[in-house]
């Protein structure tokens, strides 16, 4: 099962022995043994039973709430784990140390070259897609990173690679009603970027959930900067499994025609766009599927999934960072 998002309005989450149920409108619409949820994710307003918070708690499942259109607003976790020592060592790498510069030229190779990959994929499907100057770009980003010992500087390959990369995704999309200018965030408003962040939020639940199995402060990052409230290791972590994971998602649904224009609406104020109800069901599906496909790990040699991936890179960060492996290998898939 892994993840479970509760989207219906005024749900009531309550547990029945073993199992969690999810009812609304007087009806049981969900009916799941806890042994087989790794997160739950609200999507809108729900009420949750203290039964079920005091399992989630024991059980060290972590449960995030987000508006109905993606935004992130806060998440109930278990107990750091006692694992100290990691805590210590991501303490002590913090600022311009050799670690954390080590750390950020993962964070910002792995981001850009699963970028480079996705273009190159795309130019071989299509070959009337010229992406060539993007791709120069962006191995351009790519090239003096491991040169580079400045975490500001690292910033700035990352912020001109990721220019590179979204100044062609127009040109990824094979549907001719979905337009996309630019990155928008704040609120998105254009469907292809309201995929983007909604999607993006639900990275980060699940990379900031396998940071707190391992043991981390996903608070305290190295390449996103401190801000109260912004969990900055698991942004950091993210960068790398952006278009690995969400990206390619929200173009699979675009490019398939799984989902149309009239899966979106507006907001009449802000302008805000967000997925309708049978819209977010689509998206949460396909975004589920693509977290339980399997891959080779290019570092470990064995398949696994991309959810189990999320803790695999967080082990070997922790790793890094405890003096047993020399190098922190970010995942990297052509």
Not at 27 to 39: A, N, S, V
Not at 98 to 106: F, M, N, T
Not at 156 to 162: I, M, P, T, Y
Not at 187 to 200: E, R, W
């Amino acid at each position: 099962m892994g993840t479970l998002y509760v989207t219906q309005t005024d749900a009531f989450i309550g547990k029945v022995d073993e199992r969690l149920t999810v009812k609304a409108e007087q009806k049981t619409i969900m009916d799941i043994p806890l042994i087989k949820i790794e997160g739950i994710v609200v999507l809108g307003r729900a009420t949750i039973s203290p039964a079920v918070v005091n399992e989630l708690l024991e059980r060290h499942i972590c449960l995030t709430f987000l508006t109905q259109n993606g935004r992130y607003l806060g998440r109930l976790e278990p107990e750091a784990t006692k694992n100290i020592f990691v805590r210590k060592a991501q303490w002590q790498a913090v600022g311009e140390s050799e670690p954390a510069i080590h750390l950020v030229r993962g964070f910002v190779r792995g981001k850009l070259k699963n970028y480079r990959h996705s273009l190159l994929r795309t130019q071989r499907e299509h070959p009337d897609t010229d992406l060539n100057n993007n791709i120069t770009r962006l191995e351009n980003a790519i090239a003096p990173i491991e040169k580079t010992s400045s975490i500001d500087s690292l910033r700035g390959l990352e912020g001109a690679g990721s220019a590179a990369y979204f100044g062609c995704f127009q040109q990824l999309i094979k549907t001719p009603e979905f337009k996309f200018e630019a990155r928008k965030r704040r609120p998105p408003t254009d469907p292809v970027n309201a995929l983007l962040s909604f999607g993006y939020s639900l990275l980060r639940h699940d990379v900031q959930s396998a940071l707190n199995i391992v043991g981390f402060d996903p608070y305290l990052g190295y390449l996103h900067v401190e801000r109260y409230g912004r969990p900055s290791l698991a942004l950091d972590l993210m960068e790398e499994f952006r278009p690995l994971i969400v990206d390619a998602v929200v173009l699979s649904l675009i490019n398939k025609r799984s989902l149309t224009l009239t899966d979106f609406t507006t907001e009449p104020l802000s302008g805000a766009v967000s997925l309708t109800k049978e819209g977010l069901h689509t998206f949460l599906r396909t975004y589920q599927q693509k977290k339980l496909s399997s891959f080779k790990h290019p570092v470990m040699g064995n398949k696994c999934t991309y959810q189990e991936s999320f803790e695999i890179q967080a082990r070997l960060l922790s790793k890094y960072l405890m003096n047993e492996i020399d190098k922190y290998p970010p995942l990297v898939l052509k």
